[in-house]
T-cell receptor, first 115, second 108 residues
């Protein structure tokens, strides 16, 4: 399968715990994105990498959230001291670098439930 | 007001009918435009890009009106498998800005 993969697919945690999610993009894509989606809403942008450089972070990404892409391949998103409001689907997407269009391809997501 | 607005629906449509969705966006600097489809509890999948001249892909036709900042999607001869949420998306540089989606239910 050459699509975007994410692990784990589901995560249930207690409030206050730390969680880490992984994303493996399509191999030839140098752009990688993290989004958060809650029920009945479209995805909300969290952060963006071009290769290993994190070029943009949304104001939604509080200091409890950190993302890395150390070798420009896979990426991790860590949430520290989770809160119930962090419960959501966390989506990763990747895209090739194209000037005109920005078609992004999504992984299956990690569904986080904070109890 | 959201940057990308869509009617949330649901649209309940009999199989074989034609259905149209509309979307408006507020930022004239938006550069490219897409329709994504999302099935329940699944990730969004690109349905089609939307070009200024309008474009068609089988039963699906997308139109863009930059002057009115309006995007549409037409589905002809709807199938049961078309039931999903359709998300209107605009792009500026690297970022995608999403509508909340329109839910479509095709009834036999």
């Amino acid at each position: 399968d050459t699509g975007v993969s994410q692990n784990p697919r589901h995560k249930i945690t207690k409030r206050g715990q730390n969680v880490t999610f992984r994303c493996d993009p399509i191999s030839e894509h140098n752009r990688l994105y993290w989004y958060r989606q809650t029920l009945g809403q479209g995805p909300e942008f969290l952060t963006y990498f071009q290769n290993e450089a994190q070029l943009e972070k949304s104001r939604l990404l509080s200091d409890r959230f950190s993302a890395e892409r150390p070798k420009g391949s896979f990426s991790t998103l860590e949430i520290q001291r989770t809160e119930q409001g962090d419960s959501a689907m966390y989506l990763c997407a990747s895209s090739p670098k194209r000037e005109a269009y920005n078609e992004q391809f999504f992984g299956p997501g990690t569904r986080l439930t904070v109890l | 007001r959201k940057e990308v607005e869509q009617d949330p629906g649901p649209f309940n449509v009999p199989e074989g009918a034609t259905v149209a969705f509309n979307c408006t966006y507020s930022n004239s600097a938006s550069q490219s435009f897409f329709w994504y489809r999302q099935d329940c509890r699944k990730e969004p999948k690109l349905l089609m890009s939307v070009y200024s001249s309008g474009n068609e892909d089988g039963r699906f036709t997308a139109q863009l009106n930059r002057a009115s900042q309006y995007i549409s999607l037409l589905i002809r001869d709807s199938k049961l498998s078309d039931s999903a949420t359709y998300l209107c998306v605009v792009s500026r540089n690297y970022q995608l800005i999403w509508g909340a989606g329109t839910k479509l239910i095709i009834k036999p």
